[in-house]
Nanobody, 124 residues
Framework: QVQLIESGGGLVQVGGSLSLSCAAS????????MGWFRQAQGKERESVAQ????????YYANSVEGRSTISRDNAKNTVTLQMNNLTPDDTAVYYC?????????????????WGQGTQVTVSS
């Protein structure tokens, strides 16, 4: 089993930045693709960014590409999502997820372990 705990959410002003962290415990995730997803109120959960097991390949949703960076530290079993130039459309609960696959996947169904989520609110 893998436990994932997200941190770093909160209230941010438009144009601001934040860094979300995900700490994994239990079974190592160093051979697992990791991802960040988000779910805004009344909407379906959607992909934000994914990274493969060794950090050499990443994927970003169009909505965050160019202003976000996903990275991982396998020695620390952590994954980080840095987001810049935030807009109200980024307001959502952000979830960290771990896949049983080593290469990143976009589909929610390809991720087995999920954190509880952290709220990000972007205010204007």
């Amino acid at each position: 089993q893998v436990q994932l705990i997200e941190s770093g959410g909160g209230l941010v002003q438009v144009g601001g930045s934040l860094s979300l962290s995900c700490a994994a415990s239990g079974r190592t995730v160093s051979r697992s693709a990791m991802g960040w997803f988000r779910q805004a109120q009344g909407k379906e959960r959607e992909s934000v960014a994914q990274i493969n097991w060794d950090g050499t390949s990443t994927y970003y949703a169009n909505s965050v590409e160019g202003r976000s960076t996903i990275s991982r530290d396998n020695a620390k079993n952590t994954v980080t999502l840095q987001m810049n130039n935030l807009t109200p459309d980024d307001t959502a609960v952000y979830y960290c997820a771990a896949s049983l696959y080593p290469t990143w996947r976009v589909s929610i169904t390809d991720y087995t372990y999920w954190g509880q989520g952290t709220q990000v609110t972007v205010s204007s």
